[in-house]
């Protein structure tokens, strides 16, 4: 089956990744801005990750036969320092205005600090401003559930928002429903040990139903699984769900939020 | 055999993989009820029997369980 992994950041992984991706069926990829693993020292190394991001990563995921897609922000961990912050905002214009730049992400919340709520508000105000679709980045274990709290408070009170245009990433059983019920895209994050596993994806459209939801590896420089999507496929395959379910929740989707943003070329 | 004490809190190394493993046993749990449910079925009371034993205080939890699921040699 055909699918595709909106958010996995391709710059960690190898061409091994890669081969097998494409080899599974994967046709294209989201890649979020993201921590890379340690804080960067100056907004001169985001500009220069942007440029990976949007120069490069695409050409070593078409010499798989794969589409690349991004999408360009602070991410919640470095955005605690706000001055570098608003710097790397600065730049985010110009990337924006690349082809195949989907909107602002991955941005969010980390510790749910006052800096971090800082940074993430110019970064709405930016996005509001421009008409950009978002991606969040919602927190870790603890932090999740009142992280999440937070984002979505921030979005309800602007009533630029769309919400069909937003996306809260690393949704699992205590925060998807306010975030469906929103109306926001709810992301599921197969993760090994601190997000979901593809059975628990899998309760989640029993539970709730395909529409809106997307199904992402999120695989990065740690532990965790670039064939995620197609771990998620055989596991709804087991539960006796028939393809044309499977193809809305990884195929059609993605595709349907992807093509929502002014730069997406298919 | 001595048994070997690690240095440190043992939490602090398996903390995450036990909330994993807890989540991922509710998620089980809710999934045999939207199936429809296994009342009666004594796998069901061997589960529930085993979950007392891990959340008791006795050390050796894992035996236990392991005859919670084993045969009799007496019958
Ligand atoms: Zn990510």
């Given at each position: 089956?055909?699918?595709?992994?909106?958010?996995?950041?391709?710059?960690?992984?190898?061409?091994d990744d890669l081969q097998a991706l494409a080899r599974a069926g994967c046709v294209g990829l989201g890649e979020p801005a993201f921590w890379?693993?340690?804080?960067?020292?100056?907004?001169?190394?985001?500009?220069?990750?942007?440029?990976?991001?949007?120069?490069?990563?695409?050409?070593?995921?078409?010499?798989?036969?794969?589409?690349?897609?991004?999408?360009?922000?602070?991410?919640?961990?470095?955005?605690?320092?706000?001055?570098?912050?608003?710097?790397?905002?600065?730049?985010?214009?110009?990337?924006?205005?690349?082809?195949?730049?989907?909107?602002?992400?991955?941005?969010?919340l980390n510790k749910c600090t006052r800096n971090e709520l800082t940074t993430l508000e110019e970064l709405v105000a930016l996005a509001l401003?421009?008409?950009?679709?978002?991606?969040?980045?919602?927190?870790?274990?603890?932090?999740?559930?009142?992280?999440?709290?937070?984002?979505?408070?921030?979005?309800?009170?602007?009533?630029?928002?769309?919400?069909?245009?937003?996306?809260?990433?690393?949704?699992?059983?205590?925060?998807?429903?306010?975030?469906?019920?929103?109306?926001?895209?709810?992301?599921?994050?197969?993760?090994?040990?601190?997000?979901?596993?593809?059975?628990?994806?899998v309760d989640m459209i029993e539970i709730y139903g395909p529409e809106r939801i997307l199904v992402t590896s999120s695989a990065d420089w740690?532990?965790?699984?670039?064939?995620?999507?197609?771990?998620?496929?055989?596991?709804?395959?087991?539960?006796?769900?028939?393809?044309?379910?499977?193809?809305?929740?990884?195929?059609?989707?993605?595709?349907?939020?992807?093509?929502?943003?002014?730069?997406?070329?298919? | 055999?001595?048994?070997?004490?690690?240095?440190?809190?043992?939490?602090?190394?398996?903390?995450?993989?036990?909330?994993?493993?807890?989540?991922?046993?509710?998620?089980?749990?809710?999934?045999?009820?939207?199936?429809?449910?296994?009342?009666?079925?004594?796998?069901?009371?061997?589960?529930?029997?085993?979950?007392?034993?891990?959340?008791?205080?006795?050390?050796?939890?894992?035996?236990?369980?392991?005859?919670?699921?084993?045969?009799?040699?007496?019958?």
């Amino acid at each position: 089956m055909y699918f595709f992994d909106p958010h996995i950041h391709v710059a960690s992984r190898t061409t091994d990744d890669l081969q097998a991706l494409a080899r599974a069926g994967c046709v294209g990829l989201g890649e979020p801005a993201f921590w890379m693993g340690y804080d960067r020292t100056a907004a001169v190394c985001f500009y220069d990750y942007f440029r990976q991001l949007t120069e490069w990563e695409p050409k070593r995921v078409a010499n798989y036969g794969m589409a690349h897609w991004a999408w360009v922000g602070m991410n919640a961990k470095e955005a605690e320092n706000v001055g570098l912050a608003r710097e790397v905002i600065a730049l985010l214009p110009e990337f924006l205005d690349r082809p195949n730049v989907l909107g602002v992400g991955e941005i969010g919340l980390n510790k749910c600090t006052r800096n971090e709520l800082t940074t993430l508000e110019e970064l709405v105000a930016l996005a509001l401003a421009r008409g950009e679709q978002l991606l969040f980045h919602t927190p870790h274990l603890e932090e999740k559930y009142r992280g999440t709290g937070m984002i979505l408070d921030l979005l309800a009170a602007d009533d630029r928002v769309v919400p069909e245009r937003v996306w809260i990433d690393h949704c699992e059983e205590h925060t998807i429903r306010p975030v469906l019920e929103a109306g926001y895209w709810a992301g599921l994050t197969l993760y090994p040990t601190t997000k979901m596993t593809p059975e628990r994806a899998v309760d989640m459209i029993e539970i709730y139903g395909p529409e809106r939801i997307l199904v992402t590896s999120s695989a990065d420089w740690g532990p965790s699984d670039p064939m995620a999507v197609p771990a998620f496929i055989q596991a709804m395959r087991r539960r006796g769900h028939d393809d044309a379910l499977i193809r809305r929740v990884v195929y059609d989707n993605p595709l349907r939020l992807m093509r929502q943003s002014r730069n997406f070329q298919g | 055999m001595a048994e070997t004490a690690s240095s440190g809190n043992p939490l602090d190394k398996d903390f995450l993989q036990i909330r994993a493993r807890l989540i991922e046993l509710a998620a089980a749990m809710d999934r045999v009820d939207r199936g429809g449910g296994a009342a009666g079925d004594p796998r069901l009371e061997q589960i529930r029997r085993s979950l007392a034993i891990v959340a008791g205080n006795e050390p050796n939890r894992a035996e236990q369980v392991q005859m919670e699921f084993s045969l009799s040699a007496r019958g």
